[in-house]
């Protein structure tokens, strides 16, 4: 498929098959991911791949924030973030700083580089003839998420992706809701 066609086709499903995700799918998925932007080379992110008995759990603790008809994907993927990883990064003599000092980040690209790395994700899986919900899991529930599955403090997930084949009844239109590019784009000045 083409990159143009993979953009246009890109949306959120939440209802899936109960057809297993191919293992070279998923291992594309993946690979794909860790192809993302990462400041300095920092590579802090890591992914928590969900599947089988491990999803109930996983459902259990961090699904309020989805459709209930998404627990039907036979795969989750967690993102996470790493900000240690970036300050140590940072702190390295060919980065220039001398500390761990997170006041020089403009903004958390910790964050930023792992939603880069889910977007991939989101991406790949149009490409492989799959289908995908981003959602986050809230601040609440992260505690029991980490317990669960043993995720240690300095991985922050920035919400969780479902995937799996689709099984919406029809595809959303939402052409008449997407804000036309004149609204959204500036050139040279607001």
Partial sequence: MDFQEVVRRRHMVRTFTSAPVPRASLDRILANAVRGPSAGFSQGQSFLVLTGSELAEFWA???????????????????????????????QPDKGW???????????????DTAMAALLILLTVVDEGLGAVYFGIVPPAVPEFRAAFGVPEDQEPIGAIA????????????????????????????
Avoid: N, Q
Wanted: aromatic content about 10%; glycine content about 6%; hydrophobic content about 40%.
């Fill in 98 to 112: 001398t500390d761990r000092d997170e006041a020089r980040w403009p903004v958390p690209f910790w964050h930023i």
């Fill in 163 to 190: 995937i799996g084949y689709d099984a919406e009844p029809s595809v959303r239109d939402l052409r008449s809701r997407r804000r036309p590019l004149g609204e959204l784009v500036r050139y040279g000045h607001w």
């Fill in 61 to 91: 603790v961090a699904g309020e924030a989805v459709d209930p008809s998404a627990r039907t994907a036979p795969v989750v993927i967690v993102p996470m973030s790493c900000k240690r990883v970036y300050l140590d990064r940072y702190a």
